[in-house]
């Protein structure tokens, strides 16, 4: 199929809406922070969601100072500065950036936001080139307004949004149900380990400890004497290449783990047996510590460790990744990362001492667990194959390579 015969203008960013720079409150006044409003900067942004869950909020009060800030839902904010350049996402709801960020407020009249998103986010990479090879490379306000696009009729505009935007819905519903499942697991790990309120628990007397009272048939044990925390390779950036061949394999950083997805591949004899599999268990303990993830495939960087339990029957798998994941072993990585710029906490993993359970309590936690948690991975493996089909469509859509002009598409959700 071709292009529709219906003129595709070269037309300005600056025409699509309102730009707005984002600004960030005096960091001081712990006032204007709070849980109102979604505070967006590009650590929030992955390379893969449409929108984002953010770290910081701000107040009523942060959003009256800077109200003439405010982005309404369906903004698309854009990182124009550093080197995340081109990240992007839109807004679910009334939300603010900080200064590395130009959003653009669609015109809804003439363009449908979502499909702003869609156009900004093919030419991430051709935005890119243009703040050039600076050692801070940046898009200013004026330069990103000027950057022209080619841009179709507003009904093909919505026909494509509707396209593209039915596999983001469908990821984004699936992201809520991995929340869900997560959660409902993790609940049962608060009940069971922290709270001790496990089954049979009225028949069990409690006993002091160095970590407080436990149940008295439970035992004090260090992590690293129950399992290997395997570390990963680095395999030199000459050897990095961006589209899988033949004999490669993707190979996961440290960034790589919040989005369950990497972007780079290796030679597959590059990775010297370092790799992960979809059941594994990883967690950083360089560069952003104690992100725990499991989920991923592929060789992995020397920030991550593999935990790779020395007995199954002693240690289950779900138990192992909420405990990692709990403030207590959370708490010790904090405690014993070193370094400004970039963390480093191996030495944390000889001081995660922890309440260890009996084997048939942990054995029961892995039966209602690991049901979830398999969950998690088979919706997680879905939500890959849908962004890989919506990434094959994206420039073929955005092109007018495959026209959707005649296509009879259900409009609803789109703006009118």
Known sequence: MVRDASPWNLTAVGKLGRIVTGKTPPTKRTEYFGDNYPFITPTDIDQYSRTVETQRSLSEEGRQYLRNYLLPPRAICFVCIGATIGKICMTKTPSFSNQQINTVIADEANHDPRFVYYLLRHNADYIKAIAGGAATPIIN???????ELTVPPFPTQRKIAAILSAYDDLIENNLRRIKILEEMAQLIYQEWFVNFRFPGHENVEMADSELGMIPGNWRLRRLGDMAHFVRGIEPGSKNYLNEPHEGTVPF???GDLGSRQSGLFIPQELARGRLLNRHDIAITLDGTVGIVQMGLTGAYSTGIRKVVAQDSGQLSWAYVYFLLKSEHIQGI?????RGTTIQHASSAIDHMTFVCPPRDLMQ??????SPLLTGVLNIMQRNVILRCTRDLLLPKLISGELDVSELDIDMEGAPQ
């Open 141 to 147: 306000k004026s330069a990103f307004s000027r950057v």
């Open 252 to 254: 996961i950083r440290v």
């Open 333 to 337: 990585i904090r405690a014993h990362a």
């Open 364 to 369: 029961a936690f892995d039966s209602c667990a």
